[in-house]
């Protein structure tokens, strides 16, 4: 019996479970809505600069390993441990924390602050230590097949951190610290997953240890879309076609089996097996029409904030700058709860700025640098209009200027903006979101949409909006949790 997958949207999920499929004997086929491969972990060439559009850097490197691993393969990109992690900058103080993995020199910026800062953050690691170890592998590592089995998994979670589940990432965080300093600066980590450190559960404070103490952080030799571009090549040598320029609107099916996907040229997509990795709550209300993910129905579900992006090509080097760099204002307390649905806040801007070019010079010509900017702003549903993008990119860039001692708005010789209106349009991102749902209690684990569809049994899903969530380890163990699904499921019988 021929195993034939179909898979819809090249983003990394996508691109790893096609890999971890046909290089266990599936024939595998990809279709993507846009003409270059990794959905949100993307690239952008222009004026002669390179851009990463995404991620910039990642964690738990173990996970892509044991990946290669798994396909039996070299991974196909070289990457580089971060040390510092990257550098806070507050608003009106001189001053840069450097994040150094070694709590002793990162303890050393903060003794005119923080008295005791050493054992303070030995304190507070080896409990997100604990944190991490007693949860990773039941509840992220993890397929579960109902609901009920997760409560059973959940009651296996030491119940010694049951106090954490009841409190916020900040509340968790203001317990261990005392100034004003230290807390904004442990908490940061929070708005890796989307969200802010007031409406983060105090259990991902298990992510201070993946920062400091278990794994650390890697950039990609080249840039992040090195990833992409070897695993692409990876599945050519696996015979794995991907044709581009290719959207789903449509579906036939009969039964609890979906027989094909209709493209929007009116072109039939049929496999025995379907994987999905467009946003798996999106994919399920625009393209299934399912009532329970229908606009109305994701509105009120919790999401991750939408993002601000843009990327600047200047002539001129930044030797100033490290390469990984949050820039903070005055009122951390006041914006964090703000921004997620008050445009105005975008008046007070907090940033994340990234010098690719800093030890990737190819990406930038000689003399140059290659810089992306972050900034998190309210989604599409609470600011509808981005004609003011302009006025809100031009004070950041005035405002990161009067940090740096340099102003960089004569040197811009190339200039992209992103605002959420471009990230739904290109990734069908329901409201311009960034990284999909939330990470909130009622959506973690099964609670997520799972990964196997509810009607046909020959559809499965990966990706941020599924289980275990949002992130690029995330994407690897989810590649990981769908490719086990697929082959317990041809396994089954089913297909005969």
């Known amino acids: 019996m021929n195993r034939n997958v179909l898979l819809v949207g090249a983003g990394l999920g996508g691109l790893a479970t096609a890999l971890r499929l046909a290089t266990k004997g599936y024939k595998v086929e990809i279709i993507e809505k846009n003409s270059q491969a ?7 060439k222009k004026d002669g600069f390179t851009f990463d559009t995404g991620p910039s850097f990642f964690s738990m490197s173990y996970e892509f390993e044991e990946f290669a691993r798994d396909c039996n393969i070299e991974l196909p990109f070289r ?9 806070v900058n507050f608003s009106g103080n001189p001053k840069i924390y450097h994040l150094y993995k070694d709590i002793k020199k990162l303890a050393e910026q903060f003794k005119d602050v ?30 579960f097949d109902s609901k009920l089995s997760y409560l059973f998994a959940l009651m296996r979670v030491n119940p010694v951190h049951i106090p954490v589940l009841f409190r916020s990432f900040w509340q968790h965080v203001k317990k261990n610290f005392s100034s004003a300093e230290a807390r904004q600066i442990i908490s940061l980590v929070a708005f890796f997953l989307g969200r802010t450190p007031f409406d983060t559960m105090a259990v991902y404070t298990l992510l201070s240890h993946t920062e400091f103490r278990h794994d650390g952080y890697y950039n990609v030799e080249g840039g992040m879309y090195k990833i992409v571009e070897g695993l692409v090549r990876e599945l050519k040598k696996e015979k794995v076609s991907i044709t581009y320029n ?16 209709v493209d ?33 129905r994701l509105d009120k579900m919790n999401w991750t904030m939408g993002y601000l992006t843009f990327y600047l090509g200047i002539k001129c080097k930044l030797p ?110 329901h409201r311009g979101i960034g990284l999909g749902l939330s990470h909130n209690m009622s959506q973690i684990g099964a609670l997520r949409p799972a990964n196997f569809d509810e009607e046909f049994r020959n559809v499965f899903y990966v990706g941020a909006s ?25 396994n089954s019988g089913f297909l005969k």
């Open 38 to 44: 990794g959905g949100r972990l993307n690239q952008v």
């Open 79 to 87: 990457y580089f441990e971060l040390d510092p992690l990257y550098t």
């Open 114 to 143: 923080e008295p005791g800062f050493e054992a303070k953050m030995t304190k507070y690691l080896r409990n997100s230590g604990k944190l991490f170890d007693d949860t990773v592998d039941l509840v992220i590592r993890n397929n």
């Open 246 to 261: 290719t959207e789903i609107v449509d579906y036939e099916a009969e039964g609890n089996k979906l027989n094909c996907l």
């Open 264 to 296: 929007r040229s009116g072109n039939k997509w049929s496999a025995d097996i379907v994987l999905v990795n467009a946003d798996a709550a999106v994919f399920r209300g625009s393209i299934f029409k399912r009532k329970a993910f229908s606009e109305a």
């Open 320 to 429: 100033q700058v490290s390469h990984h760099n949050y820039y903070l204002g005055t009122n951390y307390e006041e914006y964090s709860s703000s921004i997620p649905r008050n445009p105005d806040s975008l008046q007070k801007p907090y940033y994340y700025v990234n010098v690719l070019s800093k030890f990737n010079p190819d990406c930038a010509p000689d003399g140059c640098e290659s810089i992306f900017f972050v900034c998190p702003v309210p989604n599409l549903q609470y600011k509808q209009d981005w004609g003011d993008k302009h006025t809100v990119v031009n004070s950041i860039i005035n405002d990161f200027s009067k940090r740096i001692n340099k102003d960089i708005v004569p040197e811009i010789v190339s200039k992209t903006i992103y605002t959420p209106l471009e990230w739904q349009e290109q990734f069908n991102l």
């Open 466 to 490: 599924t289980v275990p969530g949002a992130g690029l380890p995330m994407a690897i163990i989810s590649s990981k949790l769908a490719f086990e699904r697929i082959t317990r499921f041809s």
